[in-house]
Nanobody, 124 residues
Framework: QVQLVESGGGLVQAGGSLRLSCAAS????????MGWFRQAPGKEREFVTA????????RYADSVKGRFTISRDNAKNTVYLQMNSLKPEDTAVYYC?????????????????WGQGTQVTVSS
């Protein structure tokens, strides 16, 4: 079992920044691909970004490229999401996710572990 706990959400004005953190416990952190998804009201959960265990392979959704950065500290069992130049359309509940497959983690289906989510609200 892997437990994921997100933190760092909140309210920010458009153009501002936030950093989300996700602390993992349970299994060997570096064996897992880690990622972030988000779900806005009335919409399906969507992929945001993912990082391979080593951090070498990273993928971003087109909507966040150039604004969001994923990073991980395997010594601290933590993955981060730095969000800059935030827009009102970034408003959503952000979920941390873990899976042993990079392919699986870039979709919402079959992901092995999820966090409880943290709310990010961007005001205009």
């Amino acid at each position: 079992q892997v437990q994921l706990v997100e933190s760092g959400g909140g309210l920010v004005q458009a153009g501002g920044s936030l950093r989300l953190s996700c602390a993992a416990s349970g299994r060997t952190f570096s064996n897992y691909v880690m990622g972030w998804f988000r779900q806005a009201p009335g919409k399906e959960r969507e992929f945001v970004t993912a990082s391979s265990g080593s951090g070498i392979y990273i993928r971003y959704a087109d909507s966040v490229k150039g604004r969001f950065t994923i990073s991980r500290d395997n010594a601290k069992n933590t993955v981060y999401l730095q969000m800059n130049s935030l827009k009102p359309e970034d408003t959503a509940v952000y979920y941390c996710a873990a899976d042993r497959s990079f392919t699986v983690l870039t979709t919402t289906h079959g992901v092995e572990y999820w966090g409880q989510g943290t709310q990010v609200t961007v005001s205009s």
